[in-house]
């Protein structure tokens, strides 16, 4: 393997992780700016070649699966469980994605929208007029309360508190650096991130495999606890208890951030853009004083604000393959070892793909449909986030239950940018806003 076979980058100069951390948006402009959309750079986990090219993008997400493996497979299994789906390949991935993918489409998620919609006026009972609300903790605590009903399929009120609680606490453990660095997965004797981490997981266990248990001993319920506890595979096998909570590990991450993320994002936008939100305002007063929940998701201008949300600032900023294969992309062949990933930040802000990118404009969404290698805030492929669907219901949901009962000012007018937090990106410092009436 020539070196003229790779994409041009860094060969030799290892990715600065705080530098990125720092800011990301800004080290990939100067990254593709650089070296064009295709590049090759050293991480502390290997070689990745990233791309912000749909062309390579489509090649990447049309992958068979004996041709790609896990990447970083250590960064995943101490977060989501060593038994998570994301850390399954070939047949066992295709057996498990086609085990969970029902309660995340058609009439059974349609079912979820009454829970997301009381938990957003929930929240909304607690906000007082005047006082200013982290839209960010805001977002998380509506988040958790549909998990721990709709996911965890949880009762008692007592029951949920406590998976709140320590839900909370474990996603705020999951210190970045620890997805970077290796040597710091360790506990040196209780005092490291990595000790705080396990200290959080091992808690949220015990909830967790107390709600397995709690699950196996009533009737099915709509619950997607309840569907997992009692599906089977096609052998006619189940899942067992370890699998079944390390996939609630992978739910909690995935839908909590994506959700909670993407809603204070929005709003964030929205309050930015006041011509924006008169017209989805006026768009959504035209549904009437009780629409039903389909109504409100099928609304085009809250479905292109959500996905202009998601557009410019992405929850998740890359998609990883590792090569067990050798992969021609473009001019460039790849190594098996190698790494390749699709870079949602690259893509999204692309300005060959979407004019003046750092622009929130909904509008672009209703002028044309992107193909799913042009946006990909939920991935691609085989291993596309199974519950997108369900965090898109989820935020127009969530969205118009605030726009209907409250009016919000921001309380700060200084741009906020995203930050990475654990696998996911989010505003820097909360998205604060000015409640000045909730009814």
């Known amino acids: 393997m020539t070196p003229d076979t790779l994409p041009p980058g860094s060969r030799n100069k290892l990715l600065n992780p705080v530098r990125y951390l720092l800011d990301p948006y800004r080290y990939y402009e100067k990254a593709f700016a650089q070296y064009g959309d295709t590049f090759l750079f050293v991480g502390p986990n290997g070689p990745v070649v990233l791309t912000r090219d749909p062309e390579h993008a489509k090649v990447i997400f049309t992958l068979d699966t004996s041709q790609i493996g896990i990447y970083p497979e250590e960064g995943v299994d101490f977060v989501m469980g060593k038994q998570t789906i994301f850390l399954q390949t070939d047949e066992r991935h ?39 609300v982290d839209f960010q903790k805001a977002m998380q605590r509506i988040s958790m309360a549909v998990i721990t009903q709709a996911i965890f399929g949880m009762t008692s009120a007592e029951e949920r508190d406590q998976a709140h609680r320590l839900g909370a606490a474990y996603m705020e453990s999951i210190n970045p650096l620890l997805l970077f660095f290796p040597a710091l997965r360790r506990e040196y004797f209780g005092l490291s991130p990595f000790a705080k981490l396990m200290r959080a997981r091992r808690a949220l266990e015990e909830v967790l495999e107390q709600a397995i248990r709690n699950s196996r001993a009533r009737p099915p319920g709509e619950d997607i606890l309840s569907m997992m506890v009692n599906a089977h595979y096609e052998d006619g096998s189940m899942m067992s208890d370890e699998q079944i909570r390390d996939e609630l590990f992978t739910l909690l991450l995935a839908g909590h951030e994506t959700s909670a993320l993407g809603l204070s994002w929005l709003f964030y936008h929205l309050y930015h853009s006041p011509e924006t939100l008169v017209q989805l305002r006026q768009e959504l007063s035209a549904l009437g004083s009780h629409p039903e929940p389909e ?17 410019v600032y992405p929850v998740v900023a890359e998609t990883f393959r590792k090569m067990r294969a050798p992969l021609a992309l473009g001019p460039y062949t790849i190594p098996v070892g190698y790494t390749v990933s699709v870079s949602a930040i690259g893509i999204h802000h692309n300005p060959a793909i979407y004019p003046d990118p750092n622009t929130f404009r909904p509008e672009r969404f209703l ?11 939920f991935g691609g492929g085989t291993r596309r986030c199974l519950g997108a669907a369900f965090a898109m219901y989820e935020i127009k949901l969530v969205a118009y239950e605030i726009l209907r009962h ?24 909360g998205v604060p806003m000015r409640i000045l009436r909730v009814s």
């Open 94 to 132: 295709r057996r498990e994605r086609k085990l969970l993918s029902p309660p995340f489409h058609g009439a059974r998620m349609r079912a979820y929208g009454a829970v997301m919609q009381q938990a957003a006026r929930d929240e909304l009972k607690t906000w007082r007029k005047g006082e200013v």
């Open 295 to 311: 109504a409100i998701v099928q609304s085009r201008y809250l479905d292109a604000s959500a996905s202009e949300a998601l557009r």
């Open 367 to 377: 002028e044309r449909k992107f193909s799913p290698f042009e946006y990909v805030p």
């Open 406 to 429: 409250c009016e919000l000012a921001p309380a700060n007018e200084m741009p906020i940018r995203p930050i990475q937090r654990g696998p996911t990106f989010g505003p820097k410092g």
